[in-house]
Structures are given as structure tokens and as C-alpha cells.
């Protein structure tokens, strides 16, 4: 069927995701959502002030996205 099976769903690991997001995002973030693709999914979703009110909510982080200049 259609339907992705965690199996298929590729898996970033720490190291690319740290080397590619902002220092200004925490480790914590990072290891979190290395390691749910579900976090991964809602992290990748993010574009306002409200979804990182939601996302810290939900995952109980304390994500702070770098100010756009």
C-alpha cells in the first residue's frame, strides 16, 4: 500500500542534524528529533511563533528559533 512504515521513513542521525541546523537550537532539540520522526515531522512543519509554543508543549523542550534578520 501507500502507507509509509516507520521502516521507510529515512532516519537523520545527530551528527547531519547538528552540523545542519542553527547552534541557537539545542541539543536537546536535535537529539529529539533525531530520534522521533514524529518531533522531525512537526519540527520540519514550524513557521510561526505559535507551532514553537506548541512543538516546546508538546515534547517539553525549550526550542528558541533564531531570529530571522
Known sequence: GDVMT???????DFDTLRAR???EI???I???IATSPEAL???ATISTQQDVDLFNQRYSVN???PQEA
Open 63 to 65: 526550542l528558541v528559533l
Open 30 to 32: 536535535v537529539r529529539l
Open 21 to 23: 541546523l542553527p547552534k
Open 41 to 43: 515531522e512537526d519540527f
Open 6 to 12: 516507520a521502516a521507510e521513513t529515512p532516519k537523520i
Open 26 to 28: 539545542g541539543d536537546d
